[in-house]
């Protein structure tokens, strides 16, 4: 089934305990990611920090209500915005209580925000898409961006994008759990879909679109471009170390997939590993540094146009890029597989992504074969089962 298809792709780990690198790209370790990616219980750039960690006690029993922003590019999202409001439509779970205000009225109470948070305005000034982005959801602190959209789906127009400066019960793979401190970008969207077997390719698009959109910004400041290159199937890294994933879940309803998507990416954060400003101070004396606002915006923008290439043409239309961003055509990888009571290795070198989104190698005796993770451990190279093709 695609539904089930898209479940091992967008949320189960993606990994056996038995893969080696052969290539260069030693980068991709376990040792770097673990330094940068973490459950909750281990300290990594999306750790909560102490100035914000009291937030964490907000529970089910809170009194303080979670807070959440409306905000439409044209009056017509506006008026969304406004009835959403009045009829106090949005849900989180956990009855985690929900205060809804209109950005409008935050400017006409001059209430002043905190310079840290996310800049509605700036973000859309910086909007020029047609769908995506066009009702914004922002909120000081949030237990998760993805149980805003993924929770009020069917209230929410498709495109609708939910921002948050703190986020303290985030979702990753395997049901982790992460939190992320102010200086992360952290937004969630909604995409609706009707052919499942394309599905599971969404988040190559959503890849590929948050380092696009990296560059634009990049080359809209005048600042030099950072590579920010992906690891498959959907974690961002730059210099070895990972600043970023991506997670998509979908429900099936009225034969169309309900795709949620939510994008993690770490901006300003410099320790324990690298941030993307870190980087920008490292090549460029100028003052200037990515922005949060910048980066969302410049994201729909470029994802819009990479969907509808997508939709449209499929994704050979975006396979070019995509191999020029990821970090492993040519990448040799040992498989480790049980024959009886022995444990065979077998060399293979990846070539690509099969037609499903698997990944395709050739193996030393020229077979094709299209290798899958088994979702046993949680980073994906670890390991791979092999399939053969015919």
Known sequence: MPEKLLSRLSRASFTLPHLRFLSPQASLSLRSLHNFVAPTSQK????????????????SSSSTPCKLVLCGKSSAENEIAKSLMNNNTLKLPDNVQV???????????????????FCIERFMNSLSTNQFG??????????????VVSNNFGELPIGTVCVADVQYKGRGRSKNVWESPKGCLMFSFTIQMEDGRVVPLLQYVVSLAVTEAIKDVCDKNSLPRIDVRIKWPNDLYLNGLKVGGILSTSTYKSKKFNVSTGIGLNVDNEKPTTCLNAVVRELSAAACTLRREDIVAAFLNKFENFYDLFINGGFQTLEELYYKTWLHSGQRVIIQEKNENQVVENVVTIQGLTSSGY?????????????????NSFDFFKGLVKRKLE
Do not use: Y
């Not at 205060?99 to 948070?117: G, M, P, V």
């Open 359 to 375: 990944l395709l190698a050739i193996g030393e005796d020229n077979q094709m074969c299209e290798l899958h993770p088994d979702g």
């Open 134 to 147: 066009r009702l914004l959801i922002w909120s000081p602190i949030l237990p998760s961006t993805h149980d």
């Open 99 to 117: 205060s809804t205000l209109l950005h409008s009225e935050i400017i006409n109470k001059q209430q002043r925000q905190d310079e840290e948070s």
């Open 44 to 59: 990594n750039p999306f750790t909560l920090s102490r100035s914000v960690a009291a937030a964490t006690a907000m529970d």
